[in-house]
C-alpha cells in the first residue's frame, strides 16, 4: 500500500512537472531584478514542489496524506521566503494558495485550507511584511476557541481562519486599515464566509477592530461589530464583497429557516451593505428597494427562441 502511495504521489509530480513546464514554454516567469538569477531558480525550483504539495492537500483521498502534505507545505514554503527581496516572487503559479496583497503592496498575507473531516477544516496562513530580509508573521488557526466570534479582537497566534479572497484597505481617524474577506468551510451543511479587520499595532498584525457599526434603522443588530461572520446553508449561493459600482460591502440578506436537520440560514433574494462613512462601515438594512421579476443572474439565459443564425459563439460556428 505504502509503495502505491508512493507511486501515486510520484505520478502527481511528474504531472504536475509536465504542465509545469508547458506552462513555462508558454509564460515564462520573468525574474524581478532585485532577486539573484541564482536565488530565483531557487524559489522556482521550491514552488515547483509547493505546487505539488499543494495539490495533495486539495485532492488526495486520504486525511492523513492531506495532513502529511500540508506539514511538508509550511516549511517548503518558510524556505522560499527565507531568500533575500522574496517578496518580490509573485508565485503566480501556486493556485492551492491564495495570496493577497493591498494595493501599496507593504505586505502580502498567505491562506490555505485543510479539509480533515465533513465537519473539520484547519486554516494556515502567513503575514509577510515586504523587506528585503524575511519579517513573516504565522497565523495559527484557533477558530474553535474564540468564543464571541464577531467581537473579540484576535492575534496571529489566536486567529479566525479562513482562506481570504479578496483584500482592501480603507482610511480610519487612527489610521489604514484593511478588509480581509475569507472563506470558512465550518461543518458540512454550514458554511460561513467573514469579513476580518487586519491592521498593525507597533508593527505587528492585529486581527478585528470595532467598524462595523449599527444603523437607526438596524435596531436588532448589536451596536459595534469587530468581524462579521455569516453562517449560511451549504446548498446555497451565499456572495459577501466589496462592490465598486455602489461602493459597499455587498451581501445576500439571510433568512433563517427550520428543518429536520436544524436551523438553516438561506438567501432570499435581497441584499445588505456596509456603507463606509467616516471611517466605519455603517450597516445598511436593505440595499435595493426595486422589485424585479426574476433573480439577477451573473450570465444571461439561453433564449430558444432566437434565430439560427443568431445562435454563434465567438468563432462564428454555429
Not at 508558454?26 to 530565483?40: K, L
Not at 486539495?58 to 521566503?81: G, H, T, W
Not at 465533513?118 to 523587506?131: C, F, K, L
Not at 487612527?174 to 461543518?187: A, E, I, P
Request: proline share 6%; with cysteine.
Amino acid at each position: 500500500m505504502r509503495n502505491f502511495r508512493h507511486l501515486v504521489f510520484l505520478f502527481a509530480f511528474f504531472t504536475l512537472s509536465l504542465l509545469q513546464a508547458q506552462q513555462d514554454s508558454i509564460a515564462p516567469i520573468v525574474r524581478p531584478a532585485s532577486i539573484a538569477e541564482s536565488d530565483f531558480e531557487a524559489i522556482k525550483t521550491i514552488e515547483d514542489t509547493l505546487g505539488v504539495l499543494g495539490f495533495l492537500v486539495v485532492n488526495d483521498s486520504m486525511p492523513d496524506y492531506r495532513f502529511a502534505a500540508c506539514q511538508k507545505l509550511i516549511p517548503k514554503l518558510v524556505e522560499a521566503l527565507k531568500y533575500p527581496n522574496s517578496f518580490d516572487y509573485k508565485f503566480d503559479r501556486l493556485n492551492s494558495i491564495s495570496i493577497q496583497y493591498p494595493p501599496d503592496s507593504t505586505f502580502r498575507i498567505f491562506t490555505w485550507q485543510l479539509y480533515v473531516d465533513v465537519d473539520e477544516y484547519h486554516y494556515y496562513g502567513a503575514i509577510q511584511m515586504n523587506s528585503p530580509d524575511l519579517k513573516l508573521f504565522p497565523l495559527i488557526d484557533r477558530s474553535e476557541k474564540v468564543e464571541f466570534v464577531e467581537t473579540d479582537i484576535l492575534s496571529p497566534q489566536k486567529w479566525y481562519g479562513a482562506v481570504y479572497y479578496n483584500l482592501m484597505p480603507f482610511k480610519t481617524p487612527s489610521g489604514t486599515k484593511y478588509l480581509l474577506f475569507g472563506y470558512d468551510g465550518f461543518q458540512f451543511f454550514n458554511k460561513r464566509k467573514v469579513i476580518d479587520v487586519l491592521h498593525f499595532v507597533d508593527n505587528k498584525p492585529v486581527f478585528g477592530a470595532p467598524v462595523f457599526v449599527r444603523s437607526e434603522e438596524s435596531k436588532n443588530h448589536p451596536p459595534t461589530k469587530n468581524r462579521v461572520v455569516k453562517e449560511y446553508y451549504a446548498g446555497t449561493v451565499f456572495s459577501m464583497n466589496y462592490d465598486e459600482v455602489h461602493e459597499v460591502i455587498l451581501f445576500d440578506h439571510l433568512e433563517a429557516q427550520v428543518t429536520k436537520d436544524g436551523i438553516r440560514s438561506y438567501p432570499d433574494g435581497t441584499y445588505e451593505a456596509y456603507e463606509l462613512k467616516k471611517g466605519q462601515w455603517v450597516h445598511v438594512e436593505k440595499m435595493f428597494h426595486e422589485i424585479l421579476e426574476e433573480a439577477p443572474r451573473e450570465e444571461p439565459v439561453f433564449d430558444a427562441t432566437i434565430q439560427r443564425k443568431e445562435r454563434k459563439n465567438i468563432f462564428g460556428q454555429e
